[in-house]
């Protein structure tokens, strides 16, 4: 009879620690990536935003993380929850006799011990789902490190293709300057002097987009940062840095993958939990609830009854079938999930092996071959209109290709560290290499020229306007002796 009694009372001590989220812990688990967590409260970025400086920005104010620690407190209190006891039931009756007398009074405790069988097998429950969100979590820290790394450099690369697009735009404005000034000497034609205007114009259209995708990269990053909008009071670096060492075959990325991915890791947490889910449903299948008590009654003639009982259900229709059917159902969806996890990780990583050694060789071609083959190009131009074999404007003309090529490189350059950011973390860890930055710069400052510095025959012009002579006659001349006639 004392059993409810005694149980409540020692038990009610019993209450399980709320789980803690170990910070050392969670900073292993992310040094692995190559993620770090900064150790003070940072003030918002101002001046120019370094990678390292960009990601712990958004893993203290991106409210992804917000959310993140708010589903780790609720499975915190789950395993609360599953730790605790049924509450015991006070009963109370009043029995009037009907030909007058005193009252019966009854009252009774009882208390649910099926709770308590299953105590310890919840609370490993409870806690395997707990660890496996702590996974998640750090997942999460991991996943929004990579997306903001992804945005930073589409920042970079943003602005460094904006700043070659206005070497490029100035090219063809200068080509439109000297084409009105000939228009008026006479030495091109209306067509000529259109084609120059249309070259132009749609070289600031390329610029003004160039500088939307600026600002619209900076503004991507910003968001990550918890930050949005706010794109006044920072800057990115205005040059890429050069590729790195390929990384290794995709069979050891693979392997590396597959042992190392925390969104992994956290479902093989979670079906832990739903295999003990399922040991413990069919452990206790023919237990319904059990509930021992004791009462006590007061009889009309003040006579006193102590007694106890117990109360227990019957399995004779429900033996709960469904119970072990569902949890049955949710481990065979659970690990249905965790193979289509798998797949998914290798294809992905195979994926973006392809992708990263695709844009590293693109880079590579661009880079040793097409511009050293458009700089021999210029140089061949330039001599041809000091001797006066081609026009002025067949340099600017070439110029501008050859600037849209850098434009090209440059693209195909944030491309590749786009994808690598993505194998990294694919792979779940830094690729070798080093940091970025080892192996240099992928400098586009030597363009800084102004187109006119690179034509003598547009400086002798100016020799020939010195001493009275008509400067535009001489650039006719060179028209009519190069066979262009009106070329522009």
Known sequence: MALPVLSVLFLAGCATTVPDLDRERLEGDLMAYGVTLSEE??????????LESAIHQALLRNPRMQAA????DLEAA?????????????SLSVLRPE??????YGIGLAWGISGWLLRSARIDIAESHWESTRLQLTEGMVALASDTERAWYEAVAARQQAQVQALETRAADLGLRLGQRFHEAGNITDLDKAHLRIRATESRLQLEEARRQERATRLNLAHLMGIPGEIEDWSVPATLPLPLADPDAPGALVDQALDGRLDLAALDKALDGMTEGVALVRRYRWLGDIEPGIEFERETDGTRLWGGGITFTLPLFNRNQSGVH???????????RRDRLTDAIIADVHEQHYRLLHHRER????????????EIAMAGIQERVNYMFDDVFDLLEHKQEELRDWRRTVAELGDYWRARADLAYAVAGPLPGGPAGREGYFDTGQLEREPGQMHH??????????HGEPHD??????????????HH
Request: proline share 5%.
């Open 41 to 50: 409260e940072l003030p918002k970025p101002r001046g120019e935003l370094e």
């Open 69 to 72: 620690y708010a589903r780790l």
């Open 78 to 90: 789950d395993v609360i929850e599953a730790s605790q006891f049924a509450n015991p039931s006070l």
């Open 99 to 104: 030909g007058g007398g005193g009252n019966e």
């Open 326 to 336: 569902r949890a049955e159902a949710r481990l065979r969806e659970g690990e249905a």
């Open 363 to 374: 880079f590579r071609m661009m880079r040793e071959e097409l511009l050293p083959a458009r």
């Open 457 to 466: 025959h547009h400086d002798h012009g100016h020799d020939h306007e010195d």
């Open 473 to 486: 006659h001489e650039h006719g001349d060179h028209t009519e002796h190069s066979g262009h006639g009106g």
